[in-house]
């Protein structure tokens, strides 16, 4: 069964890993600057909805199911979400919990790529009504491997 995904691609061979772990990161891991973060993530978190299909980024969209979103990493920091989705933040079997999908965006955001840990929020796959709005372990440890002041995470967590 082909589940929805992330649309970033996690091609092992572009990928970085640490000690083996199950976290990955886009080659050479680009991240930002402590002084970008606070800037670009203190306010809000951006999710833009507005694309469909070809939105001009030589990514396109693919309509109703598979890819659900994909983001670029620093230091570009667009996300983008499939607006043919069936969005919502209370989802049932037939839609796609926005939080969830935005978390995993903004972590790609942030310079983390999908991990190999089926239960992490940065795994790519994400099944209907599925929620995942909490950072696991090893979310957290990615993230604490590019950026060593773990108050970053409180920035990431992505609650209405
Ligand atoms: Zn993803
Ligand atoms: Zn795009």
């Not at 083996?20 to 809000?44: A, C, D, I, K, V």
């Not at 939105?55 to 890819?67: E, L, N």
């Not at 969005?87 to 935005?102: G, I």
């Amino acid at each position: 069964m082909m589940i929805p995904r992330c649309g970033v691609p996690d091609d092992i061979t572009n990928l970085t890993s640490l000690n083996q772990s199950l976290y990955r990161f886009p080659s050479g891991m680009p991240r930002w600057s402590e002084f970008e973060l606070t800037y670009s993530f203190s306010s809000s978190v951006p999710v833009d909805q507005d694309f469909s299909g070809d939105h001009g980024d030589g990514v396109p969209f693919d309509g109703p199911g598979m890819v659900l979103a994909h983001s670029f990493p620093p230091q570009d920091g667009r996300s983008h979400y499939d607006a043919d989705e069936s969005w919502n933040t209370n989802p049932d079997m037939n839609h796609m919990d926005l939080e969830s999908v935005a978390l995993n965006e903004l972590v790609h955001v942030l310079g983390l790529a999908h991990s190999q840990d089926p239960n992490a929020v940065m795994h790519s796959g994400i099944a209907p009504g599925t929620i995942k709005r909490d950072l696991t372990q090893d979310d957290i440890e990615g993230i604490q491997a590019l950026y060593p002041n773990s108050l970053i995470i409180l920035y990431v967590r992505f609650k209405k």
